[in-house]
């Protein structure tokens, strides 16, 4: 009976790990950032932003947001500590409109994107723990010339964005597939 009981908990146990365990595919493993700009510990760059994004929002209602040569800036910030990375990079640009902002962060092998639309923020942040977690479905290259970077994202996959947890209602908006962005950051520091 006692054997009967034993086996019963592990069971038991283990079907509910199975059925309530957090299967996260939010996220996949980093590899690392190759960017000219990397090992900086501090810096303020300018530059541009080319391309478009489909968003859908909360209301299931499918937009396109076009950035043509739009303002774009990286900043590096220090990290005193230097615990995963000497800095982080963040990269902000502006649609053609100027009404969405968007924003692109890493450090170490992490890295988060968010979008301010309609007045509101959603994001998806893995820089935090180890910080050696990506976004699942974004993928990114960098290709430098004697007077820029280029840093060419692409989403490959549906990503979810939520709204801020302090907020009074939950949202969510999904960026999808074929979503492609071009950040041209002049490689000469802004004054």
Do not use: H
Not at 21 to 31: A, H, I, L, P, S
Not at 59 to 75: I, M, R, T, W
Not at 105 to 130: C, M, P, Q, V
């Amino acid at each position: 009976m006692k054997k009967i009981n034993i086996l019963s908990i592990l069971l038991i146990s283990f079907v509910s790990f199975i059925s309530f365990g957090q299967d996260d595919t939010r996220y996949v493993e980093g590899n690392g950032f190759n960017s000219i700009f990397q090992n900086l510990e501090s810096g303020n760059f300018e530059g541009t932003i080319n391309g478009v994004l489909i968003v859908k929002d909360s209301d299931n209602e499918q937009s396109l947001l076009d950035f043509q040569g739009s303002y774009a800036k990286l900043e590096i910030e220090k990290d005193e500590y230097k615990v995963y990375d000497v800095s982080r990079k963040k990269y902000t640009g502006k649609t053609t409109s100027g009404k969405t902002k968007i924003k692109y962060e890493t450090y170490a092998y992490a890295n988060s994107f968010g979008i301010e639309l309609k007045g509101e923020y959603y994001n998806l942040n893995l820089i935090d723990g180890a910080c050696d977690y990506i976004i699942n479905g974004l993928e990114y290259t960098y290709q430098s010339e004697k007077s820029a970077e280029y840093l060419i994202m692409r989403f490959t996959k549906e990503v979810k964005l939520m709204n801020d947890y302090d907020s009074d209602i939950r949202k969510t908006i999904k960026l999808l597939p074929n979503s492609t962005l071009v950040f041209v950051i002049s490689r000469n520091k802004k004054l």
